[in-house]
């Protein structure tokens, strides 16, 4: 059983900052990847931020700049540090993760159970 756990979330003025954690627990092989999606209310999910094993990251175009994404492989966490909120970034934050169970398994998509982001204006 895999599960990702996040913590972060909550209400913040806009201009503010908040930071975001995801961490990966149970048993599993390897991570590929983890990043963060979001789904505002009314829209379909839409990602923020990757992170490879190997340190890619990749951004959606309106949070580069703002937001940063990083990892402790040691640990399976992702962070998402985000500042100069605004209030279009309310959404609830999804966890993701691309993992792989054991050696020579396919490579399966994870989901968190999500935590709320609330930007007031």
């Known amino acids: 059983q895999v599960q990702l756990v996040e913590s972060g979330g909550g209400l913040v003025q806009a201009g503010g900052s908040l930071r975001l954690s995801c961490a990966a627990s149970?048993?599993?092989?390897?991570?590929?990847?983890m990043g963060w999606y979001r789904q505002a209310l009314g829209k379909q999910r839409e990602l923020v931020a990757t992170?490879?094993?190997?340190?890619?990251?990749n951004y959606e175009d309106s949070v580069k700049g703002r937001f940063t994404i990083s990892g402790d492989n040691a640990k399976n966490t992702v962070y998402l540090q985000m500042n100069s909120l605004k209030p279009e970034d309310t959404a609830v934050y999804y966890c993701?993760?691309?993992?792989?169970?054991?050696?020579?398994?396919?490579?399966?998509?994870?989901w968190g159970q999500g935590t709320q982001v609330t930007v007031s204006s």
């Open positions: 149970g048993s599993f092989g390897s991570i590929n990847a």
């Open positions: 993701y993760a691309l993992i792989r169970r054991r050696f020579g398994s396919s490579w399966d998509d994870y």
């Open positions: 992170l490879t094993r190997g340190g890619t990251t």
